[in-house]
């Protein structure tokens, strides 16, 4: 592949890159990828292409707010490069977390963005697993019926409950239960003692 110039050989690798939503969350009933989805989809093709890539992450602050910066660079035999960053807010008080799964969220969360720039991953319907929120269209997708969603209530006690408590307590986040669930102010406190 030494007779393609560096554009070429990453033109190739956007191009070809598949890297699908492998992993489900079930409470959250969607799809989503892995920063170690994209990679293991991409190092086939980097070795095609002979190009290396390298990630890097910094932690940075704005004002009050902490976040971590995460550049990808990816180069060439002839040291040609092309690179990216992203950022993502550091939450050190996240319910459930340590400091340290907070930064490594964080660190994934923005070394997969970058990714997603540098190799134009179309990551606008992805709900990422950490987060636990959904973000949708209101539009129904063309040729497909727009589905019903009936919420169900969220009861005071029980497997149900007990399985969403274990979601909170482990730093879900409540808006994805609201989105599943109709939820009582009398259990929204429930869950959070």
């Known amino acids: 592949m030494s007779d393609l110039s560096f554009q070429q050989k990453l033109t190739q690798v956007q191009s070809q890159l598949k890297a699908p939503k492998k ?48 550049r990808v660079t990816v180069w060439d035999e002839e040291g040609t490069t092309a690179e990216v960053e992203a950022q993502a807010k550091i939450d050190f008080n996240k319910k459930g977390m340590s400091s340290e ?14 990714l997603n720039g540098l190799f134009l991953i179309d990551d606008t319907q992805d709900v990422d697993s950490m987060d636990n929120s959904v973000r949708q269209s209101n539009a129904a997708p063309k040729n497909t019926p ?12 029980g497997v149900e409950f007990d399985k969403v408590k ?20 009398e259990v929204e406190q429930l869950l959070n003692q």
């Open 23 to 70: 992993q489900f969350n079930k409470f959250g009933n969607f799809n989503y990828r892995h920063c170690e989805d994209i990679l293991e989809a991409l190092k086939p093709l980097l070795l095609k292409y002979g190009l290396a890539l390298k990630i890097t992450d910094n932690i940075m602050e704005v004002g009050e707010h902490v976040f971590m910066n995460s």
């Open 101 to 114: 799964q907070a930064t490594g969220t964080a660190s994934s969360y923005s070394r997969k963005y970058a």
């Open 146 to 157: 727009a589905k019903s969603h009936t919420k169900t209530r969220l009861p005071n006690k």
């Open 166 to 185: 274990d979601y909170i307590k482990g730093g879900g986040d409540i808006k994805a239960v609201r989105h599943k669930y109709v939820v009582s102010k």
